[in-house]
T-cell receptor, first 115, second 111 residues
Framework: GAVVSQHPSRVICKSGTSVKIECRSLDFQATTMFWYRQFPKQSLMLMATSNEGSKATYEQGVEKDKFLINHASLTLSTLTVTSAHPEDSSFYIC???????????FGSGTRLTVV | GQQVMQIPQYQHVQEGEDFTTYCNSSTTLSNIQWYKQRPGGHPVFLIQLVKSGEVKKQKRLTFQFGEAKKNSSLHITATQTTDVGTYFCAGPGSNDYKLSFGAGTTVTVRA
């Protein structure tokens, strides 16, 4: 089946620093990947759509300068949380699918804690 | 925009009993997908329903897509401790790929 690898799985960083999260499709090419944020006991909130070779599209209310997305190849998308603050602490998950008619495969998620 | 509503939010079930979680959309969906997220884990794709009135089974799980393609349900029979987790339904937006997730039904099982 389709495999999506995400790392790091956990990261603790100091307030004001930046953190990069990687999402890789291991056995398929993904021109589009999605980045979600999930707060404890809540649903997944789509943050942005990562498009290979072009700019990401962000959902309303998501600061594009704070959450930088790069999708430089067909198998890798990165999310950089810039100048992180404690309120950015959350569970970030990426997803992609092999093609239409397939379900989405999620990465294992990154639990970010900003101290 | 399209919204997917899911109830109940919590379901506490006696082992061996059945339960159902329901999903409703404000608009007609081209398809609906179901995911399961174990505690501390990430969502895992269970199934996709496409046709009006479609019913699919996976062992003790029965998934149904409404005739109007605006609602769906997941019924689990003879609940086991392995069924613990949060079940999400998700529907695509107008561009057919951006998913909108329901709030999820978190299932706990008492032995």
């Amino acid at each position: 089946g389709a495999v999506v690898s995400q790392h790091p799985s956990r990261v603790i960083c100091k307030s004001g620093t930046s953190v990069k999260i990687e999402c890789r499709s291991l056995d398929f090419q993904a021109t589009t990947m999605f980045w979600y944020r999930q707060f404890p006991k809540q649903s997944l909130m789509l943050m942005a759509t990562s498009n290979e070779g072009s700019k990401a599209t962000y959902e309303q209310g998501v600061e594009k300068d704070k959450f930088l997305i790069n999708h430089a190849s067909l198998t890798l998308s990165t999310l950089t949380v810039t100048s992180a603050h404690p309120e950015d602490s959350s569970f970030y998950i990426c997803s992609a699918r092999r093609g239409r008619g397939y379900g989405y495969t999620f990465g294992s998620g990154t639990r970010l804690t900003v101290v | 925009g399209q919204q997917v509503m899911q109830i109940p939010q919590y379901q506490h079930v006696q082992e061996g009993e059945d339960f159902t979680t329901y999903c409703n959309s404000s608009t007609t969906l081209s398809n609906i997908q179901w995911y399961k997220q174990r505690p501390g884990g990430h969502p895992v794709f269970l199934i996709q329903l496409v046709k009006s009135g479609e019913v699919k089974k996976q062992k003790r799980l029965t998934f149904q897509f409404g005739e109007a393609k605006k609602n769906s349900s997941l019924h689990i029979t003879a609940t086991q401790t392995t069924d613990v987790g949060t079940y999400f339904c998700a529907g695509p937006g107008s561009n057919d790929y951006k998913l909108s997730f329901g709030a999820g039904t978190t299932v706990t099982v008492r032995a």
